[in-house]
C-alpha cells in the first residue's frame, strides 16, 4: 500500500518504511515491517489509528519481542510500537501501581522490591513488557500475572476510545486472556503486599536463580516455544519423549539446556525456525498423541 504524503508529514517524526523487525525480536530474525510507527503517546496513537482505519491500514502491535517470531517476508501494513512515555512505573496507593504498557516486567519488580512491595518479584523472571504479559497471562513458579491485576486501560482499534477494564471483566486461562485483538492496552494497575525488602529481595534472587540454572541466557531464544499441556504435563517433556531434543533445522536448534526452548544458534531464518517449530510438533503429535500449541508468536507473510 503507497500512503499518500498528508499522512506521512502528520506522522513523520515517529514514522519509518522497510523497517527491518530482526531487531525488534529476541530471535534477532525476521524481514521488514511495510511502514513501522512508534507512538509518542496516547493522543497521537489515536490519532494514527484514525488515519489507518480511514485508509485501511493493516496494524501489529509489537510488545518487546521477547516472544515474536517475524517471517522472513515481513510484515505487511503498520508495525506500531509504543514510546517511552507508555514505559512508567508509578506508586498511587500504599500497594497499588500504575505501569505503562511498555514497561518491562523485571522494572516493575525491581520497583515493587524498592518500594517494600511483595508478590510481584515473579515478574523479574518474565520476559517482556507489561502490555504482553497481560496479554498471554505470563507467568512462572506458580505465579501469573491475573493474581496480581486490578484493572488495564487499553484503547479501542475500531472506536478510537480509551477504556478501563476491571480484572473481574476479564477471562484468564493459561498464557491467555478473553481480551479481544481490537484492544491496545496502554496501561495497567497492579496489586502488591507491603512487607519487608530484605524478604522480597531473597525472593527475587530465588526466583532469578532459578531460572538461570534451568533455562538458557545469553542466546537468541523467545523463550518457552510450546505452552504446556497442564501442571505435570509439562511440554519440554513431550518434546524430549518423542526425542526431539537433538533436533535441528538450518542454524535452528533447540536449546541442550531446555528442550521448549529453540534457539536461533547464529545464521538461521525465521523459516529454520517455524520448520523446527513444525517438524517438533508433527513428532511429538506422533509419538505421544498430544497437538502442542504455540507460547510464542508467528507474525507476517508466509
Same mark, same amino acid.
Given at each position: 500500500?503507497?500512503?499518500?504524503?498528508?499522512?506521512?508529514? $502528520?506522522?513523520?517524526?515517529?514514522?519509518?518504511?522497510?523497517?527491518?523487525?530482526? *531487531?525488534?525480536?529476541?530471535?534477532?530474525?525476521?524481514?521488514?515491517?511495510?511502514?513501522?510507527? +512508534? !507512538?509518542?503517546?496516547?493522543?497521537?496513537?489515536?490519532?494514527?489509528?484514525?488515519?489507518?482505519?480511514?485508509?485501511?491500514?493493516?496494524?501489529? =502491535?509489537?510488545?518487546?519481542?521477547?516472544?515474536?517470531?517475524?517471517?522472513?517476508?515481513?510484515? +505487511?501494513? !503498520?508495525?506500531?510500537?509504543?514510546?517511552?512515555?507508555? %514505559?512508567?512505573?508509578?506508586? @498511587?496507593?500504599?500497594?497499588?501501581?500504575? @505501569?505503562?504498557?511498555?514497561?518491562?516486567?523485571?522494572?516493575?519488580?525491581?520497583? /515493587?522490591?524498592?518500594?517494600?512491595? #511483595?508478590?510481584?518479584?515473579?515478574?523479574?523472571?518474565?520476559?517482556?513488557?507489561?502490555?504482553?504479559?497481560?496479554?498471554?497471562?505470563?507467568?512462572?513458579?506458580?505465579?501469573?500475572?491475573?493474581?496480581?491485576?486490578?484493572?488495564?486501560?487499553? =484503547?479501542? +482499534?475500531? +472506536?478510537?476510545? @480509551?477504556?478501563?477494564?476491571? $480484572?473481574?471483566?476479564?477471562?484468564?486461562?493459561?498464557?491467555?486472556?478473553?481480551? %479481544?485483538?481490537?484492544?491496545?492496552?496502554?496501561?495497567?494497575?497492579?496489586?502488591?503486599?507491603?512487607?519487608?525488602? #530484605?524478604?522480597?529481595?531473597?525472593?527475587?534472587?530465588?526466583?532469578?536463580?532459578?531460572?538461570?540454572?534451568?533455562?538458557? %541466557?545469553?542466546?537468541?531464544?523467545?523463550?518457552?516455544?510450546?505452552?504446556?499441556?497442564?501442571?505435570? #504435563?509439562?511440554?519440554?517433556?513431550?518434546?524430549?519423549?518423542?526425542?526431539?531434543?537433538?533436533?535441528?533445522?538450518?542454524?535452528?536448534?533447540?536449546?541442550?539446556?531446555?528442550? *521448549?526452548?529453540?534457539?536461533?544458534?547464529?545464521? /538461521?531464518?525465521?523459516?529454520?525456525?517455524?520448520?523446527?517449530?513444525?517438524?517438533?510438533?508433527?513428532?511429538?503429535?506422533?509419538?505421544?498423541?498430544?497437538?502442542?500449541?504455540?507460547?510464542?508468536?508467528?507474525?507476517?507473510?508466509?
Amino acid at each position: 500500500m503507497t500512503l499518500d504524503i498528508n499522512f506521512i508529514k $502528520k506522522f513523520e517524526d515517529n514514522f519509518s518504511y522497510n523497517v527491518s523487525l530482526s *531487531n525488534y525480536s529476541w530471535f534477532n530474525l525476521g524481514g521488514k515491517a511495510e511502514y513501522f510507527f +512508534k !507512538a509518542k503517546n496516547q493522543k497521537q496513537l489515536i490519532e494514527f489509528l484514525r488515519e489507518a482505519k480511514k485508509k485501511n491500514l493493516k496494524i501489529t =502491535i509489537l510488545g518487546a519481542g521477547s516472544n515474536t517470531l517475524f517471517r522472513d517476508n515481513g510484515v +505487511k501494513g !503498520a508495525v506500531i510500537k509504543l514510546g517511552n512515555e507508555f %514505559s512508567y512505573t508509578k506508586l @498511587v496507593n500504599k500497594n497499588i501501581l500504575d @505501569v505503562g504498557a511498555a514497561t518491562l516486567d523485571r522494572k516493575v519488580a525491581n520497583y /515493587a522490591k524498592e518500594n517494600n512491595l #511483595e508478590n510481584l518479584e515473579f515478574l523479574s523472571c518474565i520476559p517482556g513488557s507489561v502490555g504482553g504479559a497481560i496479554i498471554m497471562n505470563s507467568g512462572c513458579y506458580e505465579n501469573d500475572i491475573s493474581k496480581v491485576l486490578l484493572s488495564i486501560q487499553a =484503547i479501542d +482499534k475500531k +472506536k478510537l476510545s @480509551v477504556i478501563e477494564i476491571k $480484572k473481574e471483566d476479564i477471562k484468564f486461562s493459561y498464557r491467555g486472556t478473553s481480551l %479481544s485483538d481490537d484492544l491496545i492496552i496502554i496501561s495497567a494497575k497492579l496489586k502488591g503486599v507491603e512487607g519487608v525488602k #530484605e524478604r522480597i529481595e531473597k525472593k527475587q534472587s530465588y526466583y532469578i536463580e532459578k531460572k538461570k540454572s534451568s533455562q538458557p %541466557s545469553q542466546v537468541k531464544t523467545c523463550g518457552s516455544t510450546f505452552k504446556n499441556i497442564s501442571e505435570d #504435563e509439562k511440554a519440554w517433556k513431550l518434546i524430549k519423549e518423542a526425542g526431539c531434543e537433538d533436533y535441528r533445522v538450518g542454524d535452528a536448534m533447540i536449546s541442550q539446556k531446555h528442550c *521448549n526452548f529453540f534457539v536461533n544458534n547464529g545464521n /538461521a531464518k525465521s523459516a529454520d525456525i517455524e520448520n523446527l517449530i513444525n517438524k517438533v510438533k508433527k513428532k511429538v503429535q506422533e509419538k505421544t498423541g498430544v497437538d502442542l500449541e504455540l507460547e510464542i508468536k508467528i507474525v507476517g507473510e508466509k
